[in-house]
Structure formats: C-alpha cells, structure tokens
C-alpha cells in the first residue's frame, strides 16, 4: 500500500512539475502574444499542432533530447499543457470588457498596472481552469512514461496489461483516477478562491 | 493586496522550479556512475524475463550494481538509449537489428544474420553482440485451432483466399517494420478486411474472443499454449530467424572486463521450449518475473 502510494505521490509531482513549467513559461507567452497581436495566429498555431502529435510519438522525439526518465517525460508533459495555459491566458485576457480598460486608462493606469490589476485578476479563473485542464490532462498522460523509463503509476498499469492481471491493472489506474480527481476538486476550489471580490459579488447575479 | 498575492505566486513558482531541477539532476547518464550498469528491456514478457536473468547474472557473478528499466516502449526506445548511454545493454533478436534498425532486407540464414548484425553494429554504433541464448523466436502467424479445422488451414499461404472475410491483429511494431504487416501481406497478396493494433499482451485474448481472426505471434510466446492456436507454417519464408542475445555498449565492456565473460555464460543455455515455458510461467501462470528468473538460473547453475 505504501508502494503505491509513494509511485502515486512521484505521479503527481510528475505531471504537475510538466504544467508548471508550462505555467512559467505558457502565461508570460499569452501575455506577448496579446500585446503583439500579430504573433497570436503563429503561436496559436504551432502549440494547436504540437497538441495533435500523438502522446508516444512524442516521448520518443523528446527522448532524442532528454534521453530516458522523468525529464523527458515532463518535457513532453509541459509542451501538452502549453496549448490550455497559452490560450486560456490569451482568452482570458483579451475578454476582459472594453469599458474596463478604458476605466482603468481613464484613472491614469500604465499598461503594466492595467495587465496585473485589471486584466490578470480578471482572467485569472479563466488561466486557472486551463491549469486545470491541463494537470488532469497530464495525470492521464504520465501513465505511458513508464515506457521512456520513467516513474509514475504507468508501470503496475502496463505491467499489468502485459500480464494480463487486472488487480495490477487497476493498482495504478484507480490511483490514477483518484490523483485525477482529487486535483480537478482542489484546483476548483482554487479557481473559486482566487476570483476577486468584486467580481464575485457580481458572479453571483 | 494584488501585489502581495502576486509575490506570492512569484514565490511559488520559483520554489517549483527549484524543485523541478534538483529533482531532475539525478537522472544522470548511466556510465558516468562507477559500478553500475543500467539494463533495459522492451515492453513484453519475453524482453522482461531476459533482461531479469541478466540482471540476477550479474548481481550474482559481479560487484556491479543493476538498474533496471525495464518495459520500456519498443526497439526504437531502447536502441535509441543504448546508443546514448541512457542503458548499457538489453536484449535483443539479430531479426529485428538486421530489418528494424539496419533497414536491410529480410535473410533466412541465422549464422550470417548474426555476423552480419555483428560488425555493423560493431562499426556503426559501437555495440556488441553476445553469444545467442540458443533459442530462435521469429514471427508466425497463428490462428485459432477452430478456425484452422474448419478452412484446413496449415500454411500461411493457404490463409490467402479467406483475408477478404478476415481480421488481422496484431502489436503496433508489426505494422511499423517491413517484416511485419506489410512486407507479409505483400508476399501473401492479402487483403484483410481490415487491421487493428493492440497491446503484445492483448492481441492473443482478441483472437480468442474473436474481435480478431489472425495474429502475429513470437514462436516462444507461452500463450500460444493457453489459447489454443494453431501456428501457420512459414511457407514462403517470409520471416527472417531471430537469435536472440544481450546486446551491450562496447565501452561498457571495456570498463567492466568482466561483464562480456558473465553474459556468455548464457550462450546456448536457453531452448525454444525453455524459453517458452518461461513465457508461460509468466503470463500464464501469473508468478513473478523475478522469481521465475531466479529459479531459471538456479536450475541451469549459474547463480
């Protein structure tokens, strides 16, 4: 039981390590392409096609780089969780109301003070339901990065699979559903937590 | 208070961050280590087993330190990690370095796979061969025994005028390598109506439950006792023989003389039929692959 739970506690640090890095450098990234509208389409469309490279294929491109283990298997959880961070950042921000912005402007605000006063903690639930997204997206994923060598719950799961034994089967992918849900719940009390308090008194009209 | 709340996710991040990379800076390239060696094997019990009977080998005969990473995805992984370091040996089948990784077309004689597969090896990526274990696993196709009563079904050629009504299953390397689906359904001139790929281990319950009517099989698989299927004689020749053996980095070899001796202490020990009744101890019998393996090497008295 402890076994699985250690392998469980490496699962989840695996998968949230992948999308935080994607947070790092996925919302700054959302941030650029609002301020420079032309690179919005570019991007978009690299991370959209990055998204569509089937998951193995892509443990095996990123293994060229990081060879086999965990690093390899974050790399190419980071680049997945790139596509709900960059663009729930890129929409979040730019649903921010007009009216707001020219407010903020009109009160004399620089463009800095308008990004972290006005639009982030506006689109912020919308940036924190693509994490959220993304972390659940990535605690299914890191289940096959047993097959580049690294850690997590895929190995009793394919093992299992192998040997045709499903209670193995299933001592890594209830745990693995369990870390799925577990983090979808927290994540949401986060998203709810974070929302301002004058927004959230106007969320509840 | 915005700023305070920024701080603070600016705090968290960093700490993450530091996190991510001290976490990450153990997974050091397997040579750079002193006395360990790192084995790999690819995903399917046969591998599995292999790679375990080396790794009990050389805790046993040596002072070396096994890593295993075993059930890694398929040849190319773990070519791929040999040839970087990321693993010192795992074994594999001269078929599949002649055709998958060589790219050369398929030879039907053994001896000259293997010393063909030898030098290349040697010269191109400077890994060596050991002896082979003496058992020769190649592709067959199989059927299930019903199916071959009612078509009077015996070779492979005979499967031919039915694949129009058939569906053929089988592990995804097989449709990646011309070996596999392809080059066969060439050879054969079949047309299945239609191809579906599973898991190595799943492929032989689908033919049982009849989702699928032909596979691929490996002639050591021990499911092939289970399930009751009938193997397809190779008529046309089609699939090349496969030894198989340890294939190990040649500067691992060099830094650790011992190794190459203790390897070929398997040379020759492991039948067709011993290896697979390994198979089925394992996926049959359900036992541990670790003991399984254990027990092999203690009954031919090498541990």
């Given at each position: 039981m402890s076994a699985v739970f250690s392998i469980a506690l490496e699962h989840l640090w695996l998968s949230v390590a992948g999308v935080f890095l994607a947070c790092v450098?996925?919302?700054?990234?959302?941030?650029?392409?609002?301020?420079?509208?032309?690179?919005?389409?570019?991007?978009?469309?690299?991370?959209?096609?990055?998204?569509?490279?089937?998951?193995?294929?892509?443990?095996?491109l990123v293994m060229f780089f990081f060879g086999l283990g965990n690093m390899s298997l974050i790399t190419a959880l980071f680049i997945y969780a790139l596509l709900p961070v960059v663009r729930n950042t890129f929409i979040g921000l730019t649903g921010v109301k007009s009216e707001l912005l020219e407010a903020g402007k009109g009160m004399?605000?620089?463009?800095?003070?308008?990004?972290?006063?006005?639009?982030?903690?506006?689109?912020?639930?919308?940036?924190?339901?693509?994490?959220?997204?993304?972390?659940?997206?990535?605690?299914?994923?890191?289940?096959?990065?047993?097959?580049?060598?690294?850690?997590?719950?895929?190995?009793?799961?394919w093992r299992g699979i192998q040997l045709v034994n499903t209670p193995m089967i299933l001592s890594g992918a209830v745990p693995a559903a369990l870390l799925a849900i577990i983090a979808d719940y927290s994540l949401g009390l986060l998203e709810k937590s974070v929302v301002s308090r004058g927004l959230q008194v106007k969320n509840t009209n | 208070m915005t700023k305070t709340r920024g701080f603070l996710v600016l705090t968290v991040l960093i700490l993450v961050l530091a996190l991510i990379f001290t976490g990450c800076s153990g997974g050091d390239k397997a040579q750079q280590e002193n006395g360990k060696v790192v084995i790999g094997s690819k995903n399917f019990n046969e591998n599995i087993i292999l790679s375990e009977?080396?790794?009990?080998?050389?805790?046993?005969?040596?002072?070396?330190?096994?890593?295993?990473?075993?059930?890694?995805?398929?040849?190319?992984?773990?070519?791929?990690?040999?040839?970087?370091?990321?693993?010192?040996?795992?074994?594999?089948?001269?078929?599949?370095?002649?055709?998958?990784?060589?790219?050369?077309?398929?030879?039907?004689?053994?001896?000259?796979?293997?010393?063909?597969?030898?030098?290349?090896?040697?010269?191109?990526?400077?890994?060596?061969?050991?002896?082979?274990?003496?058992?020769?696993?190649?592709?067959?196709?199989?059927?299930?025994?019903?199916?071959?009563?009612?078509?009077?079904?015996?070779?492979?050629?005979?499967?031919?005028?039915?694949?129009?009504?058939?569906?053929?299953?089988?592990?995804?390397?097989?449709?990646?390598?011309?070996?596999?689906y392809d080059g066969m359904t060439k050879i054969y001139n079949m047309k299945f109506k239609e191809h579906k790929a599973f898991e190595t281990a799943l492929k032989y319950q689908a033919v049982?439950?009849?989702?699928?009517?032909?596979?691929?099989?490996?002639?050591?698989?021990?499911e092939l006792i289970t399930y009751n299927l009938k193997i397809l004689e190779d008529d046309k020749k089609f699939f090349p023989p496969y030894f198989c053996t340890t294939i190990v980095r040649m500067d691992t070899l060099k830094k650790y003389p011992?190794?190459?001796?203790?390897?070929?202490?398997?040379?020759?020990?492991?039948?067709?039929?011993?290896?697979?009744?390994?198979?089925?101890?394992v996926a049959e019998k359900k036992r541990d692959t670790k003991d399984v393996a254990g027990e092999f090497l203690k009954k031919k008295g090498l541990i």
């Amino acid at each position: 039981m402890s076994a699985v739970f250690s392998i469980a506690l490496e699962h989840l640090w695996l998968s949230v390590a992948g999308v935080f890095l994607a947070c790092v450098i996925g919302v700054p990234m959302g941030i650029v392409i609002l301020k420079i509208r032309v690179l919005a389409g570019p991007v978009m469309g690299v991370i959209d096609i990055l998204q569509t490279i089937p998951s193995l294929a892509m443990l095996a491109l990123v293994m060229f780089f990081f060879g086999l283990g965990n690093m390899s298997l974050i790399t190419a959880l980071f680049i997945y969780a790139l596509l709900p961070v960059v663009r729930n950042t890129f929409i979040g921000l730019t649903g921010v109301k007009s009216e707001l912005l020219e407010a903020g402007k009109g009160m004399g605000m620089t463009g800095w003070q308008l990004l972290w006063q006005v639009q982030l903690p506006i689109a912020l639930p919308v940036i924190l339901a693509g994490f959220r997204v993304a972390v659940v997206t990535s605690i299914g994923i890191a289940t096959i990065g047993t097959l580049i060598g690294a850690g997590g719950l895929g190995e009793p799961i394919w093992r299992g699979i192998q040997l045709v034994n499903t209670p193995m089967i299933l001592s890594g992918a209830v745990p693995a559903a369990l870390l799925a849900i577990i983090a979808d719940y927290s994540l949401g009390l986060l998203e709810k937590s974070v929302v301002s308090r004058g927004l959230q008194v106007k969320n509840t009209n | 208070m915005t700023k305070t709340r920024g701080f603070l996710v600016l705090t968290v991040l960093i700490l993450v961050l530091a996190l991510i990379f001290t976490g990450c800076s153990g997974g050091d390239k397997a040579q750079q280590e002193n006395g360990k060696v790192v084995i790999g094997s690819k995903n399917f019990n046969e591998n599995i087993i292999l790679s375990e009977i080396l790794a009990q080998l050389i805790e046993a005969k040596t002072e070396l330190t096994v890593e295993r990473k075993q059930n890694l995805g398929g040849t190319m992984v773990c070519f791929n990690a040999l040839k970087s370091g990321d693993l010192d040996m795992y074994p594999d089948y001269t078929g599949t370095g002649l055709v998958a990784v060589l790219k050369q077309p398929v030879n039907t004689d053994p001896q000259e796979v293997y010393d063909y597969v030898q030098k290349e090896y040697n010269d191109q990526f400077k890994i060596k061969w050991m002896l082979p274990f003496g058992f020769n696993n190649t592709y067959a196709v199989a059927v299930r025994q019903e199916t071959a009563e009612e078509h009077t079904l015996k070779k492979v050629s005979d499967l031919t005028p039915l694949t129009g009504q058939m569906v053929f299953g089988a592990e995804q390397e097989f449709f990646n390598r011309p070996d596999g689906y392809d080059g066969m359904t060439k050879i054969y001139n079949m047309k299945f109506k239609e191809h579906k790929a599973f898991e190595t281990a799943l492929k032989y319950q689908a033919v049982a439950q009849k989702k699928i009517d032909v596979t691929d099989a490996f002639s050591t698989d021990g499911e092939l006792i289970t399930y009751n299927l009938k193997i397809l004689e190779d008529d046309k020749k089609f699939f090349p023989p496969y030894f198989c053996t340890t294939i190990v980095r040649m500067d691992t070899l060099k830094k650790y003389p011992e190794l190459e001796k203790t390897l070929n202490l398997l040379a020759d020990q492991i039948s067709n039929d011993e290896m697979q009744q390994l198979n089925y101890q394992v996926a049959e019998k359900k036992r541990d692959t670790k003991d399984v393996a254990g027990e092999f090497l203690k009954k031919k008295g090498l541990i």
